[in-house]
């Protein structure tokens, strides 16, 4: 199956930093979602990208896709961007049955 | 804004013994999976319904595990027996259909499984 994996691990930030967060995947994808994990467990969706670039306040992404790459920026953070971030793939067989396969996620924690 | 409702927050349950998870997607959505999740790592995909009927279930342990959306509404994950290795967070997600381009994918607050 594809590979999907994160880095950095983990992350420690001082509120107002700004940081970025790297999705490699091993094959072509035609679906590629961002999810904020909180540590309540709840997971939230952020972007929907398989490829190009979207902002969302103070969080955006950009895909390349023909490099089997995804970035997520978090400018200006704060203590509730704390948490784990996921990378989640679907590869591109042709068709869609949208089966995304998640990376182990970032773990990041911002101090206030 | 809409939730995927998931039931109950937490359980616990002795091993050999039975345990059930109830979903109810977001009004509208074809599409529902199962996930489940061991600390420390991403979800991973148990079973994913289009409608009533089931799309994928490769990964789901048959021989314990069962998953249903007999009105292709609200869905019920089953395990029986319960084992030990089962301690995980089981999440619900769910979204438009298989088709609908642009469709992200919209998670429960799933139920946190201890098996003793």
């Known amino acids: 199956g594809i590979q999907v994996e994160q880095s950095p691990p983990d992350l420690i930030l001082q509120e107002g930093a700004n940081s970025t967060l790297r999705c490699n995947f091993s094959d072509s994808v035609n679906n590629l979602q961002w999810f904020h994990q909180n540590p309540w467990g709840q997971l939230i969706n952020l972007f929907y990208?398989?490829?190009g670039t979207k902002q969302n306040g103070r969080l955006s992404a950009t895909t390349v896709a023909t490099e089997r790459y995804s970035l997520l920026y978090i400018s200006s953070s704060q203590t509730t961007d704390s948490g784990v971030y996921f990378c989640?793939?679907?590869?591109?067989?042709?068709?869609?049955?949208?089966?995304?396969?998640f990376g182990k996620g970032t773990l990041l924690t911002v101090n206030p | 804004e809409a939730e995927v409702a998931q039931s109950p927050r937490y359980k616990i349950t002795e091993k050999s013994q039975a345990v059930a998870f109830w979903c109810d997607p977001i009004?509208?959505?074809?599409?529902l999976y199962w996930y489940r999740q061991i600390l420390g790592q991403g979800p991973e995909l148990l079973v994913q319904f289009q409608d009533e009927s089931v799309v994928d279930d490769s990964q789901l342990p048959k021989d314990r595990f069962s998953a249903e959306r007999l009105k292709g509404v609200d869905s019920t994950l089953k395990i029986q027996p319960a084992e030990l290795g089962d301690s995980a967070m089981y999440l619900c997600a769910s979204s438009l259909a298989l088709d609908s381009p642009n469709s992200p994918l919209h998670f429960g607050n799933g139920t946190r499984l201890t098996v003793t």
């Open positions: 990208i398989p490829s």
């Open positions: 009004s509208g959505h074809a599409t």
């Open positions: 989640a793939v679907e590869r591109d067989s042709g068709g869609s049955n949208y089966k995304l396969t």
